[in-house]
Nanobody
Framework: QVDLVESGGGLVQAGDSLRLSCAAS????????MGWFRQAPGKEREFVAA????????YYSDTVKGRFTISRDASKNTVYLQMDSLKPEDTAVYYC????????????????????WGQGTQVTVSS
């Protein structure tokens, strides 16, 4: 069992920054992939970014590449999502997820790859 707790969401203006945190507890593995997804009202959940826990290799969706940065702190078992230059279209509930087994790179952006999910944190960007 793995518990994931997200924090750091809020209401900001376009162009502002936010940093989301995802604290993991329970059994995780060095081969884990930690990911961030988001879901806006009326839309499907979409991949945002992911990081391999042991190597630090990162993956980003094209819509956030260059604006968002994913990182991890092994000492705190925490993954971060630094979001800069936020846009109104970034408004969504952001979810943290973990896949405890090795995933092929092509599977990292797929939500079905992930075993455990957090409860989500709301990010609202006003124009």
């Amino acid at each position: 069992q793995v518990d994931l707790v997200e924090s750091g969401g809020g209401l900001v203006q376009a162009g502002d920054s936010l940093r989301l945190s995802c604290a993991a507890s329970g059994r995780t593995f060095s081969s884990s992939v930690m990911g961030w997804f988001r879901q806006a009202p009326g839309k499907e959940r979409e991949f945002v970014a992911a990081i391999r826990w042991n190597s630090g290799i990162t993956y980003y969706s094209d819509t956030v590449k260059g604006r968002f940065t994913i990182s991890r702190d092994a000492s705190k078992n925490t993954v971060y999502l630094q979001m800069d230059s936020l846009k109104p279209e970034d408004t969504a509930v952001y979810y943290c997820a973990v896949d405890r087994s090795y995933s092929r790179p092509q599977d990292v952006p797929k939500s079905r790859t992930y075993d455990y999910w957090g409860q989500g944190t709301q990010v609202t960007v006003s124009s």
